[in-house]
């Protein structure tokens, strides 16, 4: 089936309209993930002694969650280890590492892009703390672009938990079109779009820069 020179038109002037007009929906707030750990309470007593307590470095974005004072080094199988990788709380019932496409390379791991908490089947990681050494047979991934937002946000924005978007974005002279960022709802979430080092390096974007979401 041959494509008529007017269809290739109708074709790139929707492409273009989506990547330069985006519909006012509000705008979404970015906030910058670099890699980190979370752990569960046998993980976190083996890397730091027994019974020991994360302590709060800062609060995060999302209510709840903090990054700690404490970090750990991971090692893959290259033996190229990155050190001072920062741990997130509260406890967590699975052991979890998230780094960028970058880091992949030099730990030599070939993690996949997984929602966070899908760790079935995933990358296995070695951690190092000041009191011993973990080494999990599955969990490390490189986190999906997803957008935390409460019900009422899902409502203003008209999608559910689990359905994807895309999102424009303009950073320092790059205009990015990013597709099937999920949306993750929940009463207690605070609107904000997640992405690794990465993805905002090539945006040219950073923490609080704003981005909004494709009607199509």
Same mark, same amino acid.
């Given at each position: 089936?041959? *494509?008529?020179?007017?269809?290739?038109?109708?074709? $790139?002037?929707?492409?273009?309209?989506?990547?330069?007009?985006?519909?006012?929906?509000?705008?979404?707030?970015?906030? %910058?993930?670099?890699?980190?750990?979370?752990?569960?309470?046998?993980?976190?007593?083996?890397?730091?002694?027994?019974?020991?307590?994360?302590?709060?470095?800062?609060?995060?974005?999302?209510?709840?969650?903090?990054?700690?004072?404490?970090?750990?080094?991971?090692?893959?199988?290259?033996?190229?280890?990155?050190?001072?990788?920062? %741990?997130?709380?509260?406890?967590?019932?699975?052991?979890?590492?998230?780094?960028?496409?970058?880091?992949?390379?030099?730990?030599? &791991?070939?993690?996949? %892009?997984?929602?966070?908490?899908?760790?079935?089947?995933?990358?296995?990681?070695?951690?190092?703390?000041?009191?011993?050494?973990?080494?999990?047979?599955?969990?490390? *991934?490189?986190?999906?672009?997803?957008?935390?937002?409460?019900?009422?946000?899902?409502?203003?924005?008209? $999608?559910?938990?689990?359905?994807?978007?895309?999102?424009?974005?303009?950073?320092?002279?790059?205009?990015?079109?990013?597709?099937?960022?999920?949306?993750?709802?929940?009463?207690?979430?605070?609107?904000?779009?997640? &992405?690794?080092?990465?993805?905002?390096?090539?945006?040219?974007?950073?923490?609080?820069?704003?981005?909004?979401? %494709?009607?199509?």
């Amino acid at each position: 089936m041959e *494509i008529s020179s007017a269809q290739i038109a109708a074709i $790139v002037k929707k492409v273009i309209s989506g990547m330069e007009n985006t519909e006012s929906t509000g705008d979404v707030p970015i906030g %910058v993930s670099n890699r980190h750990v979370h752990l569960t309470r046998e993980h976190l007593d083996i890397l730091f002694g027994k019974d020991y307590e994360l302590t709060k470095a800062k609060d995060l974005s999302q209510p709840g969650q903090f990054a700690a004072n404490e970090t750990v080094t991971i090692i893959g199988p290259s033996l190229r280890p990155i050190e001072k990788v920062r %741990v997130l709380g509260p406890l967590r019932k699975a052991s979890q590492v998230e780094i960028s496409m970058t880091d992949s390379y030099v730990l030599k &791991v070939k993690p996949p %892009v997984r929602e966070s908490g899908n760790i079935a089947g995933s990358s296995p990681i070695t951690l190092v703390g000041p009191k011993g050494v973990v080494t999990l047979s599955v969990g490390c *991934i490189i986190a999906n672009r997803h957008i935390h937002m409460s019900p009422k946000d899902a409502e203003r924005y008209g $999608v559910k938990d689990g359905d994807t978007v895309n999102v424009s974005v303009a950073g320092k002279g790059k205009r990015t079109l990013w597709y099937d960022v999920q949306i993750r709802v929940n009463k207690d979430f605070v609107l904000e779009m997640h &992405v690794d080092t990465d993805d905002a390096n090539a945006a040219g974007i950073g923490n609080g820069s704003l981005v909004s979401i %494709v009607k199509e």
